[in-house]
């Protein structure tokens, strides 16, 4: 072994250590120290002063103390559970007396926080205070949150993990003390901890975090507890991940004594590149980033060696591990271990050291014995390094390691050594350029997805911030077209997407159509059932459209009308591609929609035009109008006395001539043909009808056709003198008539909505008598109460002719449209 010069200074004495605890040598508030002997007693030495300050009294013996993130309270663990002790009443009033000797305080069971059996370690993360318990069964973390109000109120409990005992010959010393440490992603430690971080907090460099603890834990800079147990593993716990759990990190096959990181590199200032584990017997793991492949991945490279043991207790700097054996306290410089063996030899060392572990690393004795317990290294500005120790026989000690110590080991290191070094180097200079190949790669790629994502953040908030009644940059129209395949007819939607915005829909865009029928068959349950179909759209850029086609109903069906509900879906799975989206997303959060438009196809969209019927001839011969009566009647004899022809429905609108001739624009004259050409070409409800031509007789405005269940329909539209209140008006009706109820109530209600719309546009300023209104209103008003009156008493009491006989006197005097 290497040997040093080193000087050790006894600065107090505090008897033998017990049996029952935990030596404990840690740092306080300033310059104080804590010091467990392994008894019942806690004392607060001030190494400033080299003097005793107080001594706590707990009710059992210690097994771990930690002091809080703001260093206002010491919480100590004993076998029965955790005590919290407020560090200001440890400070000496004024008016103590220095030569009165140290403050004497006893904790009582009026300061226990958390109640909990064989507590082995405790730790702070924040306003966190977790503890490791061993249960009959299970090793179990607690997380509590700490009470800032007031020392003595109980801690909440937050969560509970565990992890099962493994077998008795593998478990080791389950009496010994469990290491509790935490770790973060790259400076975030010396963002949000005191100005002197406690020594079981490291900051991990953050490609050496992101391979240990996932993607995950990387983003959302969770802090991370690893857990080292007396049967050797080694495990953590993500704290702000939902859903987290203990798993197994690497596993010693000896009891876990320390757990450490280390900047094992001149890079690595401030965040350690190396995480360490010490086991009882000297067995040791060092764990690095690996490697990058060529496409920019790679995982943890985990390299194992040896050390002499038995290992009672440790510490470290930052590239320097001190741990005492017993008999003599060594230190290992990782600096000089990774560039011989450790970290510069490629894959090759490593199964190299796994094979042969006593080569990974060359100790240096301190010439110190009886360590039992060892504070957190401490260095001065000139380089010289201080440990205070804890010695088997209750003397705590100072230890200064002179500055001329790390070089004269690195003077001594061989020259086949410094070879391979120069090597490594070379070596890890041709990995960091292709490296920075491989990165810059990635980060054109990440830009490009950036400016995509700028570009649906955009549209996003163009298609959200807008009402229903306001016309969307991107929206749908549609024309609906009968047309026969395998001879069956079907009426077919065009929807046509147009992008009126200054953006770019690319890829992961999808347009949901979904077909919705609002009205039924009694034989289908009286429930509607809807139809989605989506597009996947590509490049879409301003100004462009695209069109697709998809069936509305089939000959026959008579559900309508029917709405095409139209929304645009962004699936952020279908923008990064299987192959970049590395972590699994939510599907909740990664997909959503933003609606466009809805559009409607009715009745009159689903009319199919056919001749209308030819005129009557007249004739003088009354031989002929003999025979044609004659041979009615023998048909009404033959059916028993019953018409032939089934029965025929009708309904009627009336408007006003001169309201739609000044809606219209149309010349003075008759707008009956007009009427009828406008209501069958327009495009209500934002869809249009492909027709090649209306077909009338011309004279008495009359259109036959076809509805969508089969039944010959007829649409009239006549001038009609009205006799009002004040004076006659001449009014356009429209008249339907069908021998299907279905397509009467249909056309009739598509009539309505059009002419309701085309009064709307108009905006009509012209002025009604109050007479025509009131008696307008009154008949209204009793039709009204009939109805009312009807559904109130139930048509199952005998109200349904009542109920017919008001529907057929608002079929057959509508009011009129003014």
Not at 453 to 472: P, T
Not at 528 to 550: D, H, K, R
Request: charged share 20%.
């Amino acid at each position: 072994m290497m040997e040093g010069r080193c000087a050790a200074e006894s600065w107090a004495e505090f008897g033998l250590l017990g049996k029952s605890g935990t030596p404990l040598v840690k740092c306080g508030t300033g310059t104080d120290v804590f010091i467990c002997t392994g008894g019942e007693e806690v004392y607060v030495f001030t190494a400033q002063e080299k003097t005793l300050r107080a001594v706590l009294q707990m009710p059992a013996a210690v097994r771990d103390l930690v002091v809080s993130h703001d260093e206002q309270l010491l919480f100590v663990a004993c076998w029965s559970g955790v005590y919290c002790v407020n560090i200001q009443l440890l400070v000496p009033s004024f008016s103590h007396d220095a030569g009165s000797g140290p403050t004497e305080l006893k904790i009582s069971t009026e300061s226990l926080v958390a109640v909990a059996d064989r507590v082995s370690s405790l730790l702070v993360v924040g306003s966190v205070l977790l503890t490791l318990c061993r249960t009959d069964a299970s090793w179990s973390l607690t997380l509590y949150q700490t009470q800032r109000t007031s020392q003595s109120d109980p801690c909440d409990l937050l969560a509970s993990f565990s992890l099962p005992l493994v077998s008795p010959k593998v478990q080791g010393d389950t009496e010994s003390r469990c290491v509790l440490v935490c770790v973060y992603p790259g400076d975030l430690l010396t963002a949000s901890s005191p100005p002197r971080p406690p020594r079981s907090h490291y900051s991990l460099q953050p490609l050496l975090f992101r391979r240990l603890f996932g993607a995950e834990a990387a983003l959302s800079k969770s802090p991370v507890v690893l857990c080292g147990l007396p049967d050797g593993r080694l495990s953590f716990l993500p704290l702000r991940i939902p859903g987290s759990r203990l798993r197994i990190l690497h596993s010693l096959e000896q009891s876990v004594v320390f757990v450490g990181a280390s900047a094992v590199m001149e890079t690595d200032a401030g965040c350690a590149g190396c995480l360490i584990a010490l086991g009882k017997q000297g067995r040791a793991v060092l764990i690095r980033a690996g490697r990058a492949g060529l496409d920019g991945g790679g995982g943890a490279r985990f390299t194992l060696g040896c050390v002499p043991g038995p290992v009672e207790c440790a510490c470290m700097d930052q590239s320097r591990v001190y741990y005492s054996t017993g008999s003599d306290l060594l230190m290992v410089d990782l600096w000089d271990g990774s560039s011989g063996t450790v970290g510069r030899q490629g894959d090759m060392v490593d199964e190299a050291s796994r094979s042969n572990p006593a080569a990974l690393v060359t100790p240096i004795s301190l010439n110190v014995s009886g360590v039992a317990a060892l504070h957190q290294p401490t260095c001065s500005s000139a380089g010289e390094v201080q440990l205070l120790s804890l010695s088997v026989r209750g003397r705590l000690q100072s230890i200064r390691l002179p500055v001329g110590t790390q070089e004269d080991g690195l003077s001594k290191r061989p020259s086949s050594q410094v070879g391979r070094s120069v090597g490594d180097i070379l070596s890890a200079i041709g990995d960091i350029c292709e490296r920075a190949s491989v990165l810059k790669t990635i980060i054109r790629s990440k830009n490009q997805i950036l400016k995509q994502l700028n570009q649906v953040m955009n549209i996003s908030f163009l298609l959200s911030n807008r009402s229903e009644s306001d016309l969307k940059p991107v929206r749908c129209r549609g024309s609906v077209r009968w047309s026969r395949l395998l001879q069956r007819d079907s009426l077919n939607l065009t929807c046509v997407l147009e992008n009126l915005s200054p953006f770019v829909l690319e890829r992961g865009w999808t347009l949901s159509v979904t077909v919705l029928p609002l009205s039924c068959p009694l034989e289908a349950g009286g429930e509607a059932s809807s139809m989605n179909y989506s597009f996947p759209l590509g490049a879409f850029g301003p100004g462009e459209s695209v069109e697709v086609s998809l069936p509305v109903a089939a000959a026959g069906d008579a559900s309508f009308p029917v709405t095409v509900t139209c929304s645009l879906l962004f699936s952020l799975w279908r923008f990064l591609g299987q192959e970049e989206a590395t972590a699994p997303l939510d599907l909740q959060s990664a997909c959503f929609s933003l609606p466009l438009n809805t559009l409607t196809v009715d009745w009159l969209h689903a009319l199919r035009l056919s001749d209308p019927p030819a005129p009557a001839r007249s004739s003088s011969n009354l031989a002929d109008l003999l025979q044609g009566f004659i041979s009615s009647r023998q048909l009404q004899c033959r059916g028993g006395g019953q018409a032939s022809r089934p029965e025929e429905y009708s309904a009627r609108v009336r408007v006003s001539s001169e309201l739609l001739r000044d809606a219209l624009g149309l010349a003075p004259g008759s707008p009956r043909v007009s009427l009828l050409e406008w209501l069958l070409s327009e495009g209500c409800g934002g869809v249009k009808t492909e027709r090649k031509g209306i077909k009338t007789d011309g004279s008495s405005s009359v259109i036959c056709g076809s509805a969508p269940d089969n039944a010959a329909v007829k649409l009239t539209a006549e001038e009609v003198n009205v006799e009002e209140k004040t004076k006659p008006l001449v009014t356009m009706e429209v008249q339907v008539k069908s021998s299907s109820v279905a397509a009467v109530c249909g056309l009739h209600y598509a009539l309505l909505r059009r002419i309701q719309t085309l009064l709307q546009k108009a905006g009509s300023s012209r002025t009604v008598p109050t007479a025509d209104l009131r008696l307008a209103l009154q008949q209204a008003e009793e039709q009204r109460g009939q109805v009312w009156e009807a559904s109130s008493v139930g048509v199952s009491s005998g109200q349904t002719p009542l109920l017919l006989r008001v529907y057929q006197q608002l079929r057959d005097g509508p009011l009129l449209m003014l």
